[in-house]
């Protein structure tokens, strides 16, 4: 069974600090996602990384992978007020038809001016 | 449609009722999930369809709650005599597989609120 642990679960942060989100996973996966949740919407996909080594960057975010050690990150540089969400990141196991997606419990971040 | 559609937004239902719950997935995508997140919390996975496979239903969290995809296309999440603990809001997403670096992409939900 795929586990998926993020950590922080709620994180403070003033604008222009830097900071990074933790996603550790359990068993070996192909796919590691980073989704974006306002509050009150749905999931808006960020990153999707596939591959040891993979690093992506969109404005102050950015994600890496690291399939050895299962664990990736997502790294936030000068925080700005507009990034205050909270972040998911999900794994997917393919095992036969099972291309579920595990997500972790999401980190709550604020960014306070 | 350009994106992942779900009916009803909103579902406020009395205990011991039956819902329905509609998804229209991306036209073209051939997996289609749903989840359950309820307040302040992660999502939890209910179901899974890929293409014309069995489903995998190993995330129902009882024999209240099914699902059918028809036509690989629009799906319906039932849930029959409904209880409190169901209030959550009710995501589904599609994916464009085989294609290896897919994503799945969400609706909106649908709130569900059982009194």
């Known amino acids: 069974e795929l586990k998926v642990e993020q950590n922080p679960l709620f994180l403070s942060m003033q604008e222009g600090k830097n900071y990074t989100i933790y996603c550790n996973y359990s068993?070996?996966?192909?796919?590691l996602y980073w989704y974006r949740q306002d509050p009150g919407k749905s999931l808006e996909s960020l990153f999707v990384?596939?591959?040891?080594?993979a690093v992506k960057q969109e404005g102050r975010l950015m994600a890496s992978l690291d399939t050895k050690a299962r664990l990736s990150t997502l790294h936030i540089t000068a925080a700005v007020h507009d990034l205050s969400a909270t972040y998911f990141c999900?794994?997917?196991?393919?095992?036969?038809?099972?291309?579920?997606?595990?997500f972790g419990s999401g980190t709550q971040l604020t960014v306070l001016p | 449609g350009a994106g992942v559609s779900q009916s009803p937004s909103n579902k406020v239902t009395e205990k011991g009722k039956d819902v329905e719950l509609r998804c229209d997935p991306i036209?073209?995508?051939?997996?289609l999930y749903w989840y359950r997140q309820s307040l302040g919390q992660g999502l939890e996975f209910l179901i899974y369809?890929?293409?014309?496979?069995?489903?995998?239903k190993s995330g129902l969290p009882s024999d209240r709650f099914s699902a059918e995809r028809t036509g690989g296309s629009v799906s319906t999440l039932t849930i029959q005599r409904t209880q409190q603990e169901d209030s959550a809001v009710y995501l589904c997403?599609?994916?464009?597989?085989?294609?290896?670096?897919?994503?799945?992409?969400f609706g909106q939900g649908t709130r569900l609120t059982v009194v």
């Open positions: 997403a599609s994916s464009h597989l085989p294609y290896r670096d897919t994503e799945a992409f």
């Open positions: 068993t070996t996966s192909d796919r």
């Open positions: 990384l596939l591959s040891n080594g």
């Open positions: 999900a794994a997917g196991l393919s095992s036969g038809s099972a291309r579920q997606l595990t």
């Open positions: 036209s073209g995508h051939t997996a």
């Open positions: 369809f890929q293409g014309n496979s069995a489903p995998d």
